[in-house]
């Protein structure tokens, strides 16, 4: 158990729609970021939210963004979903000394996206 | 720009053999840090280790063990004597800390594909 929990588990949505994936950080950790998996691949850097402000971002177009809350929540839109979009999107959190740092993340199991 | 190869796409061994996970990785940074994380069918990624580049010491635990070596870019993980528990993906992953002030996040390797055999 890695204090991490995501939501919804699985969903399924079609092209064109938006989606919102939530996710509870381990308490105490000022960092957030998001991964995308597709099948068979491993994890890519969306982005990362330090302190509630987006502080690193990989290569994904802006139509995937995200938020940070005070209280260790956080969520991952994306808009206008296309086929490629489905994956398993993981959520991660750590204790960072500094922004630019990444530190040992701690997964959740997992917000499963099928666009159709 | 940094990269991490698992060439090994699936292992099958029996249970009790040993097995070990190759990984390299490409880096132009000097400080950078190594994982290794376990990804059981549920999707969670499970930490196993975290090293610095400073540290080349080798690490065990337990039946767990890894060898990091800089003059080959390897960091290769070793399980001793393998449970059915043990069957599952494992990533090797490599982070340096982010230029400009942000954070570049973890870049994954493809992953290893393990299955113990009963």
């Given at each position: 158990e890695t204090g991490v929990t995501q939501s919804p588990t699985h969903l399924i949505k079609t092209r064109g729609q938006q989606v919102t994936l939530r996710c509870s950080s381990q308490s105490g950790h000022n960092t957030v970021s998001w991964y995308q998996q597709a099948l068979g691949q491993g994890p890519q850097f969306i982005f990362q939210y330090y302190r509630e402000?987006?502080?690193?971002?990989?290569?994904?177009?802006p139509r995937f963004s995200g938020l940070q809350f005070p209280n260790y929540s956080s969520e991952l839109n994306v808009?206008?979903?296309e086929l490629d979009d489905s994956a398993l999107y993981l959520c991660a959190s750590s204790l960072?000394?500094?922004?630019?740092d990444?530190?040992?993340?701690?997964?959740?199991?997992?917000?499963r996206l099928t666009v159709l | 720009a940094q990269?991490?190869?698992?060439?090994?796409t699936e292992i099958s061994v029996v249970e009790k053999e040993d097995v070990t996970l190759d990984c390299v990785y490409?880096?132009?940074d000097t400080t950078y840090y190594l994982f290794w994380y376990k990804q059981p069918p549920s999707g969670e990624l499970v930490f196993l280790i975290r090293r610095n580049s400073f540290d080349e010491q080798n690490e065990i635990s337990g039946r767990y063990s890894w060898n990091f070596q800089k003059s080959t870019s390897s960091f290769n993980f070793t399980i001793t004597a393998s449970q059915v528990v043990d069957s599952a993906v494992y990533f090797c992953a490599l982070s340096v800390p982010g230029s400009g002030g942000g954070a570049d996040g973890l870049t994954f390797g493809k992953g290893t594909h393990l299955i113990?055999?009963?």
């Open positions: 402000e987006e502080n690193g971002r990989g290569n994904f177009p808009n206008a979903l960072v000394d500094r922004p630019r990444t530190g040992e993340l701690f997964f959740g199991e997992g917000s | 990269k991490v190869t698992q060439a090994q490409e880096t132009r113990i055999q009963p």
